[in-house]
Nanobody, 120 residues
């Protein structure tokens, strides 16, 4: 079955960096759009960044220029490099797999999440 396992979360001071990783299994990783979502306390989950099967990326306006999504298909791994972090980036971060190769709004598979906390 499809499994997504995130790692790399933690606590960091404002201005710092973190790199999240998500290892996928149970499917042909290279064929699917992948994404990072985040959910802050008391807020709805929101898409942070997406990457389709050929590597085209898109970002939420709030993270453009600071966060970078990438993928290593040989390692079945999705990454999120997070730089210049602010307290507003504090959230649970989730890895998700799309239902197709291109990034539609359909993400039926999710990881368990990894917490990122940014202190001022």
């Amino acid at each position: 079955q499809v499994q997504l396992v995130e790692s790399g979360g933690g606590s960091v001071q404002a201005g710092g960096s973190l790199k999240l990783a998500c290892v996928g299994s149970g499917f042909i990783y290279s064929r699917y759009c992948m994404a990072w979502f985040r959910q802050a306390a008391g807020k709805e989950r929101e898409v942070t960044a997406t990457i389709d099967y050929v590597g085209r990326t898109s970002y939420a306006d709030s993270v453009k220029g600071r966060l970078t999504i990438s993928r290593d298909n040989a390692k079945n791994t999705l990454y999120l490099q997070m730089n210049s972090l602010t307290p507003e980036d504090t959230a649970m971060y989730y890895c998700a797999r799309n239902s197709g190769s291109y990034c539609s709004n359909d993400f039926p598979f999710w990881g368990q999440g990894t917490q990122v906390t940014v202190s001022s």
